[in-house]
């Protein structure tokens, strides 16, 4: 059954980290400024580049560090990461050593990730087949369970291999997150696909990526509830542009309502508006 993190939903920036936001030391700033304003997370975009007029583009791994070190209670991550263009063993030791600094505040977002915004995949060689992607990320995702776990990673799959089979420990990836049993995942995918569904269903949280109505909401949170055999809490996360009402969505199961800039018109004045306008919550 899908359960929610606690009441009402909860409220948090989601930014992409481009052009006046490509400055790690101003995102934490502005993560701090959040944090003191009553926000609970702030999430950060994870592009190697985009279509113009951007030009600017940070690392979001670098970002989130500088996020962690300069807030106590926010929640924080990429939303998302294409896991496909990522070494799943790196990520696992960021990941673990993030959380580590963070004292358990990481939300690892993930999915396909895709060609159409930037060409990112295609200008780096990067596999362009959604299904192939699509196997790496579930693949990468066995990985990261393996690794949080604190236990030796013996894994040898279609697509990556973390094993050492002449040591005895193998390979572990210590110390191991805060949280337990490993930092929550929010998988991304299109509302109405089933295997995206089926997937998120696996993980302890939803970012549908295509929502226009919060009867797919509705929808997709049915879905999930049955396929999901555990009573353990689940977030389902919304992106809606600062204004819209999240009560809808809350009632059709949303925990997170994630405010929502374009890259096209984002500017530092307009993000820093909607963080003074303070966050929305479905009780008002």
């Given at each position: 059954?899908?359960?929610?993190?606690?009441?009402?939903?909860?409220?948090?920036?989601?930014?992409?980290?481009?052009?006046?936001?490509?400055?790690?030391?101003?995102?934490?700033?502005?993560?701090?400024?959040?944090?003191?304003?009553?926000?609970?997370?702030?999430?950060?975009?994870?592009?190697?580049?985009?279509?113009?007029?951007?030009?600017?583009?940070?690392?979001?791994?670098?970002?989130?560090?500088?996020?962690?070190?300069?807030?106590?209670?926010?929640?924080?991550?990429?939303?998302?990461?294409?896991?496909?263009?990522?070494?799943?063993?790196?990520?696992?030791?960021?990941?673990?050593?993030?959380?580590?600094?963070?004292?358990?505040?990481?939300?690892?977002?993930?999915?396909?990730?895709?060609?159409?915004?930037?060409?990112?995949?295609?200008?780096?060689?990067?596999?362009?087949?959604?299904?192939?992607?699509a196997q790496q990320?579930?693949?990468?995702?066995?990985?990261?369970?393996?690794?949080?776990?604190?236990?030796?990673?013996?894994?040898?799959?279609?697509?990556?291999?973390?094993?050492?089979?002449?040591?005895?420990?193998?390979?572990?990836?210590?110390?191991?997150?805060?949280?337990?049993?490993?930092?929550?995942?929010?998988?991304?995918?299109?509302?109405?696909?089933?295997?995206?569904?089926?997937?998120?269903?696996?993980?302890?949280?939803?970012?549908?990526?295509?929502?226009?109505?919060?009867?797919?909401?509705a929808e997709s949170?049915?879905?999930?509830?049955?396929?999901?055999?555990?009573?353990?809490?689940?977030?389902?996360?919304?992106?809606?542009?600062?204004?819209?009402?999240?009560?809808?969505?809350?009632?059709?199961?949303?925990?997170?309502?994630?405010?929502?800039?374009?890259?096209?018109?984002?500017?530092?004045?307009?993000?820093?508006?909607?963080?003074?306008?303070?966050?929305?919550?479905?009780?008002?």
């Amino acid at each position: 059954m899908v359960t929610q993190q606690g009441a009402g939903i909860r409220s948090a920036l989601w930014l992409p980290i481009f052009d006046e936001l490509a400055d790690p030391v101003l995102v934490a700033r502005l993560a701090a400024e959040a944090e003191e304003a009553g926000w609970h997370g702030v999430f950060v975009w994870d592009h190697l580049r985009w279509r113009p007029p951007v030009r600017q583009v940070a690392d979001p791994w670098i970002t989130l560090t500088a996020i962690a070190t300069a807030t106590e209670r926010l929640r924080f991550g990429p939303m998302v990461t294409p896991l496909a263009r990522r070494r799943p063993a790196k990520v696992a030791r960021e990941t673990a050593t993030l959380d580590v600094l963070s004292g358990g505040r990481l939300t690892l977002g993930v999915g396909l990730g895709g060609d159409s915004f930037g060409s990112e995949l295609s200008m780096t060689g990067e596999q362009l087949d959604d299904r192939l992607r699509a196997q790496q990320l579930d693949e990468s995702l066995e990985i990261l369970a393996a690794a949080w776990s604190g236990e030796p990673v013996r894994h040898r799959g279609v697509h990556y291999t973390v094993d050492i089979t002449d040591i005895p420990d193998g390979v572990r990836f210590l110390p191991r997150p805060v949280q337990r049993p490993g930092v929550p995942v929010w998988a991304a995918g299109f509302a109405g696909k089933v295997k995206p569904l089926r997937r998120a269903a696996r993980c302890d949280g939803f970012f549908p990526v295509n929502l226009e109505h919060p009867d797919q909401l509705a929808e997709s949170v049915a879905t999930i509830t049955g396929l999901r055999d555990s009573a353990a809490a689940y977030d389902i996360a919304v992106a809606l542009p600062p204004g819209a009402d999240p009560v809808p969505y809350a009632e059709a199961g949303a925990t997170w309502w994630m405010a929502e800039f374009r890259p096209e018109d984002l500017s530092l004045d307009k993000v820093r508006g909607v963080l003074r306008d303070g966050p929305i919550s479905a009780g008002g």
